[in-house]
């Protein structure tokens, strides 16, 4: 089966039925694992991306966060939501099937705080320098919580079971 083909035709289905031009296919094993189209524009939530209702329906299925060993199709680059879901849940491998330099001409997402363009470059400011507006109220029973979760798990900071960058 071609892969990035059934992304496209998924992507295309969507547009078709009144949805956004987007689509995610989740392969593993040769065999596909899950699939969506983007659902925002039917549910009205901001994130049901492809990305993200993909790798939520093959998390499931595999009973696990991790997706290693499975290789996601993509119809674009990714935005900073589903670039973070994918780095997450760690991928052997993400195939993207055009940039938005490409889809430009045909297609803007240009809302409040979220241009494409510029979206990328607001991650390495200081969060009080980024345009969404945030503010720092600090609070000791926050890191409180962080402590008890360590405690639960023998002492240890780390997830257990994680791929790992130290590995």
């Not at 990035?4 to 094993?29: C, M, W, Y």
């Not at 670039?83 to 993207?96: H, I, K, N, Q, T």
């Not at 890191?143 to 997830?159: E, K, P, S």
Request: some cysteine; charged content about 25%.
């Amino acid at each position: 089966m071609d892969f990035a083909q059934h992304t496209i035709d998924l992507a295309r289905r969507n547009v078709e039925g009144g949805g956004r031009p987007f689509a995610t296919v989740i392969v593993k094993d040769g065999a596909i694992l899950s699939e969506s189209p983007n659902r925002v524009a039917q549910t009205n939530d901001p994130t049901a991306h492809a990305e993200i209702l993909a790798i939520r329906q093959a998390c499931t299925a595999l009973g696990t966060e991790h997706l290693t060993g499975a290789t996601i199709f993509i119809l674009a680059l990714p935005c900073p939501m589903c670039l973070g879901a994918l780095y997450y849940c760690s991928p052997d491998e993400v195939v993207f099937l055009t940039t938005r330099e490409a889809y430009e001409p045909h297609y803007v997402d240009d809302r409040k705080y979220f241009e494409f363009n510029t979206f990328y470059d607001e991650f390495a400011k200081p969060w009080d320098r980024r345009r969404l507006p945030m503010r720092h109220e600090s609070r000791d029973d926050a890191v409180d919580v962080y402590r008890v979760w360590q405690q639960r798990n023998g002492g240890n900071r780390r997830v257990s079971g994680v791929p790992s960058a130290l590995s």
